[in-house]
Each structure stands twice: as C-alpha cells, then as structure tokens.
C-alpha cells in the first residue's frame, strides 16, 4: 500500500526555485507521469520523493506518514534512473540481487527474488549473462529488475526509456504498464515525451518552472488543457 502525498513541496538551489508549492496525491496503485520540458524540474520532485534531496519546504506523505526526514533507504520506495549504469563485471543475477546483498537478506532468499523478478521482466535465461552481452533493451530489463526485486510500495522511474531507439522505447512502454499491473504498486514515472505520458498514464501532471499546470487524465487533457502551454506542450487541438 503506497499513497504519496505530496504536500506544498518547494526546492530551491542557491536561491532559485526550482519546483514551487508542489500540491500532489498520488493514490496507491496509480500510474501517475510526471511530463514537462527538459530543467522543469521534474527530477528533483522525484528525488524528494525517493529521500535523494531535502524539500526546502513541505513535506512528503507515505500512506498519511510524514518521510521528510527519512534518508532514501529508509522510505519504502524503488528508483529506476536514466543512466542505469549496471556492475559491468558482475552478472544479471549478481546485478538484480546486489541492494539485498548488501541488506544481509539471506542467499536462498535472494535467489528465490532474484528469480522471480527476472520471470516478471521475461530475462530468466540472461541470469548468468554480462552486462556487455546484452541488448540496450534488455539492459533496460535488468535496470527494472533491479527494482522490483525489492518490494516496495511505489517505484519513481525518470526517464528510464530515454537511452533507447525509438522502436525499442514503443515496445518497452507495454513492459513498463504490463510491470505496472504485475506488481500492482504504485508508479511515479518521469518522462520529457508526451506520447509516452499520454500511452502509459492513469492521469498526468503537466510541469513547467517548478509548477504543476494541469494534473488529469490523458482524456482530459486532450480535451480540456488548462492553458495555452498544456495544450502546445501536450499537442492538444487549438
Ligand atoms: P528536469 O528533470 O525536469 O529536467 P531537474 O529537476 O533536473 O529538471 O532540474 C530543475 C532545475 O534545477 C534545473 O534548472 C537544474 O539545473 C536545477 N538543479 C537540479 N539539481 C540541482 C543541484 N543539485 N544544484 C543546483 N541546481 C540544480
Ligand atoms: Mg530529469
């Protein structure tokens, strides 16, 4: 169960804001896109939210429980970074298995999880693989699955699609909304690209200078933006 409640967030570096009385609810179990153009701020929201970064003000509800003050380890969240840069020199298994390593979970039931994320991602036959061996897609596939196999109740995901093709990123955006209904959590994800918020989302805030625009669902945005900037951004009809 993970409802994130984002409650009147600000962050500012050296004196510029940079996301501005951010009010937000992410209900559990929702797939809620974070879209704005690139420096809108929508990555430092993310960290906010994961623990990574401080809001200068507000705070951040899980469940109804204030985290603020919670380190990043501490929340009950997984993130899925940009450049998901995997252990080169170690395999699949070692690589999706490593953060519960390093909690001390037992081997036997590192193995079981490491197994039963590698089934939900489709990669059970790369478990013994290098990263060098792999595919940018199936890369992608061990970056999600790195996690997923820890349990938790939301997963942030910036841009985790932006370093692949085009045709590779159309077909990773049905495995992220598969992974979606699969782990049935809640999904916080990022992107620049309006097509894939308007693709993957339950609802959409639109960002732009550290503010929330509009935050409804795709229909509701194609058809109602709420300004001039919702409807350019999002390719909505004049
Ligand atoms: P987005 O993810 O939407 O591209 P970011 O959240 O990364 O935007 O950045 C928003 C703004 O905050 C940018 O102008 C960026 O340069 C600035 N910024 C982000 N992190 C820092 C930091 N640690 N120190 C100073 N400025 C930062
Ligand atoms: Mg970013």
């Known amino acids: ?133 792999l595919s940018g897609g199936q890369r992608q596939r061990v970056a999600l699955g790195r996690a997923i196999v820890r349990d938790a109740g939301a997963y942030l995901l910036d841009e985790p699609l932006s370093n692949l093709d085009a045709q590779l990123r159309v077909l990773m955006r049905a495995e992220i909304k598969r992974l979606h209904v699969d782990v049935a959590r809640t999904f916080i994800y990022v992107t620049h690209d309006q097509v894939e918020a308007m693709t993957m989302s339950d609802r959409i805030a639109v960002m732009r200078d550290g503010v929330v625009q509009q935050c409804a669902t795709p229909g509701e945005i194609y058809e109602r933006p709420a300004n001039r900037f919702v409807a350019s951004f999002m390719g909505s009809p004049p």
Request: charged share 30%; net charge positive; aromatic share 6%.
């Open 1 to 133: 169960m993970a409802e994130v409640r984002l409650e009147g967030i600000t962050k500012a570096f050296g004196g510029k804001t940079v996301v501005d009385d951010l009010n937000l609810t992410i209900e559990d179990q929702e797939f809620l896109t974070l879209v704005g153009p690139s420096g809108c701020g929508k990555s430092t929201t993310l960290r906010m939210i994961c623990g990574l970064e401080r809001p200068t003000k507000g705070n951040v509800f899980f469940d109804g429980k204030p985290v603020s003050w919670l380190p990043a380890n501490k929340r009950d969240v997984a993130m899925v970074f940009q450049s998901y840069a995997l252990y080169p020199h170690k395999t699949v298994r070692q690589n999706i298995g490593f953060a519960l390593k390093m909690m001390r979970v037992p081997k036997a039931t590192i193995d079981e999880q490491v197994l039963r994320a590698a089934r939900t991602l489709d990669i059970e036959d790369l478990l013994d693989r290098k990263p060098r061996e």
